[in-house]
């Protein structure tokens, strides 16, 4: 089993900061990817930010120059620091992991169970 631990959301005024935080828990052997998604109302989830065998990232358009992922392998930690907040980026955050357990024999992805952020305007 494995567990993924998020927390920083809350709410802040438009152009304020953020900065959030997912641990990741278990019997695990090899992490693959890390990465957060978001969820409005209304709307589908969708990928913010990611990063992959710890050094390569990829971000959604709307969050490029903004919000900067990061990873710490020692702590199976990601971290998601998001810069210069506006209201379209109100959503539940998601925490992701595709990750190797040492019970399993392929990765399989895992998820958080979201965090709220607010932006007002």
């Known amino acids: 089993q494995a567990h993924l631990v998020e927390s920083g959301g809350g709410l802040v005024q438009s152009g304020g900061s953020l900065r959030l935080s997912c641990a990741a828990s278990?019997?695990?052997?090899?992490?693959?990817?890390l990465g957060w998604y978001r969820q409005a109302p209304g709307k589908q989830r969708e990928l913010v930010a990611r990063?992959?065998?710890?050094?390569?990232?990829d971000y959604a358009d709307s969050v490029k120059g903004r919000f900067t992922i990061s990873s710490d392998n020692a702590k199976n930690t990601v971290y998601l620091q998001m810069n210069r907040m506006n209201p379209e980026d109100t959503a539940v955050y998601y925490c992701?992991?595709?990750?190797?357990?040492?019970?399993?024999?392929?990765?399989?992805?895992?998820w958080g169970q979201g965090t709220q952020v607010t932006v007002s305007s």
């Open positions: 992701y992991a595709r990750m190797l357990l040492r019970t399993n024999l392929d990765f399989s992805e895992y």
């Open positions: 278990g019997n695990i052997y090899s992490i693959k990817t």
């Open positions: 990063i992959t065998d710890g050094t390569n990232t």
